[in-house]
């Protein structure tokens, strides 16, 4: 069974809860190609903010909970790392729409759970994450391009799904940071995710946003503060990235096709 964010309707969504008994719907599907949704900001609109406030109405009325996830994206990135209560001010159209749709969901189902997260890395049965693109890049001959100027809280995703569950399963509502520790930028990441892989960082090659001349515009000083989670779940540890790294590595298989 599908369901296409884009175009999902009000009758679409409530047929479809009605027809199976959810308890609880994670909404982790979203237009997450930053600089497609500055091309296409109408069509990113309809992806991460009306799909899903349609789809959280439905569970609404079906009283299932609903959990959206969003993004540090919704800052402007000049003081992060951010609290959740810091203003938000999107700087590009994929932040724009995931702010809209925050607010949105809320609207539509007031016990909604938005979580935000940044540089989500780990285990991915498609390999479509930072670490896997490092292990290829560094694999090559060319250098391999990262931005020196981005701060972001990279957050391992074994532990934000742990997170993302135990907070669900708390009943807690409203906005909460789940992110990792380590506040870094995506070259330093990359060089300590190197160092665990034990590969050469010899390519590795830092540039400034602004060098990369991409569509959209990106918060430099992003990521996340996670005290009101650390709060709500004492015994919760969200590891840093020399420990997500090497348990990412535990848990996957390389071979010389997919590595
Ligand atoms: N990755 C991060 O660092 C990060 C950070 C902060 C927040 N987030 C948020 O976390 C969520 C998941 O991110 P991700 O990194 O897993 O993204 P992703 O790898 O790009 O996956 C997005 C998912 O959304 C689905 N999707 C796209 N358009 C859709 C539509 N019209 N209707 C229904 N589903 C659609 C995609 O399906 P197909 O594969 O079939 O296209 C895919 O399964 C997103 O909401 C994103 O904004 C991610």
New binding site residues.
Partial sequence: M???????SEAEADELLGRCEIATIY???????VDGCESTPELAR???CE?PAILAAAAAKQGARFI??????VFNGRSGPYVEGAPADPICA?GRS?WQGELAVQDAHPAALV???????GP?P?R???LYSLRKGLAGTQPFRVPSDQIATP?Y?VDLAAAVVALTESGARGVFHVAGPDVVSRLEFARRAAAVMGLDAANLSGVSTAELAQIAARPLRGGLLTGKLAASLPRLRMRGIEDGVSDWMGTTTFTESNS
């Avoid at 599908?2 to 999902?8: K, N």
């Avoid at 979580?115 to 989500?120: L, P």
């Fill in positions: 599908a369901l296409d964010l884009a175009t999902v909404c982790v599907g979203g237009m997450t190609y309809r992806i991460n799909g959206y996830f969003s993004t540090d994206y994929y995931k979580i935000r997260s940044t540089t989500v890395y991915d498609n479509r994450n930072f957050t995703n």
